[in-house]
């Protein structure tokens, strides 16, 4: 890692230089953030990391603490250590992998950094606390032409952000692994998500998004995140979405088991897998995302017939957008420091954006794939009744089987999703190499 790290580093310094040359700046000034409290109270939500902190410097929990860069001169940390005896105290990572690539300065209070910002009027400050930034005397605050810059160099991950991404599928893994056998358990929810994090060595504070554990028509709500204590009386399907991080980036994996393994509902469920491989082997730099986004819907336009779902051709069903109401959201996103990557619309350095088209509204990439870009592939196939009940009162409902429909409702749906990295000569699947290193079916 600390080799790969000074490449990465390297890299962002050199991008830096640039930034500040062509901006006509003197330095950046990056703030990692505070945590907030909550209304009227004295306790606060879990801290988030400002996710371009993180990005220079590969340690989350870094609160309080600021960056200072030039481009030409060893980035320095000002890095808060209060004296507390209410908290554990922060631990200072001057030992860490990366720590020779900075120069330290240890904060106490917060107040200090006051006296280390020079002439900020000629410095830009990245970081949400845009009052604490006017207070200290900085005018270009996040400013978004050089913000545009930093959020499509993001985009584009270094080997020392694949490599911590492809880390991230263990922790992943051993914990879906564990939910899968709580599942087939007859455990409930709460006591799966609790067998994943015990797992993954995580908690419900530090998971890089809210574990999605549903069982049985819960699958049918996407961002399920409630959890029943009561175990299902009839288990029928089963669906997690769950990742970990390491140094800030994230993974991001999704698996749907059907109790019987020998229903329709298995089957449909292992088309979905074959869909998801056969698109990932599709992949290929300089095509355009949307293509295997709709590629993906004419698959499912073609499984909505072979299974009677649907009483018409595969082409009219796509062509009718029938398979919108089954498929409801994107084939993946970005994927890094943040779970939801950055600049998934964004053309160029520019900042042109490009809006997905309307009838695929919550696709989140419209990029033309590049080398070393990390993204998800997550096809999906559910029985979603607020997506359903449009078509049974339309002239496309005489075409639909609605009995079968009703039949699968309880099954909810189902989601497979493994994370990429695009090379030069197609995409490699990080998440089925961990699998395979694992040894996990």
Known sequence: ??????????????????LLETSFLQGLWIYSGAAKYHFLDDQ???????????????????????????????????????????HTPPVTPTDAFFADEFQWVIIRNSEQIAKFIQNPT?????????????????????????LNQLHFDRSIKSEFEIECIYQAQFAALKGHQAAKQAFFESRSEFEINLAYLKASQQSDLNVPYGNIVAVNQHSAILHYTQLDFTPASKPKSFLIDAGASLHGYASD???????????????????????????????????????????MHQWIAEMLAQHDFVR?????????????????????HLLGLQVHDVAGFQQNHRGTHKAPPAVYSSLRCTRDLAENMVLT???????????????????L??????QKIAEFKPFGGIRSEDNIVMRAKGAENLTQKAQKTLNLA
Not at 122 to 130: P, R, V
Not at 135 to 146: R, T, W
């Open 44 to 86: 606060t939500a879990p801290f988030k990391i400002n996710p371009h902190f993180n990005y220079f410097f590969p340690f989350p929990t870094a609160e309080n603490c600021w960056l200072f860069l030039d481009g030409k001169n060893k980035p320095t940390v000002y890095f808060y250590t209060p004296d507390d005896y209410w």
């Open 397 to 402: 409902a005489r075409h639909i089987n609605w």
């Open 312 to 332: 018409l051709a595969p082409e009219q069903i796509f062509e009718e957008g029938i398979s919108r109401a089954f498929f409801p959201h994107g084939l993946g």
């Open 1 to 18: 890692m600390k080799q790969l790290f000074a490449q990465h580093i390297y890299r962002l310094q050199q991008r830096v230089q640039s």
């Open 122 to 146: 000629a410095c830009a400050f990245i970081g949400e606390d845009e009052n604490l930034a006017k207070s200290l005397g900085f005018e270009q605050i996040n400013p978004q032409k050089l």
């Open 377 to 395: 592939i997550e096809p999906g196939f559910y029985f979603i009744d607020m997506l359903l009940n449009p078509l049974q009162n339309s002239p």
């Open 253 to 295: 994996i999704t698996r749907t088991y059907a109790t019987d393994p020998h229903s329709e509902f298995a089957e449909l469920i292992a088309k979905m897998e074959q869909f998801k491989q056969a698109i990932i082997e599709q992949l290929s730099v300089g095509v355009n995302y949307l293509s295997y986004h709709t590629q």
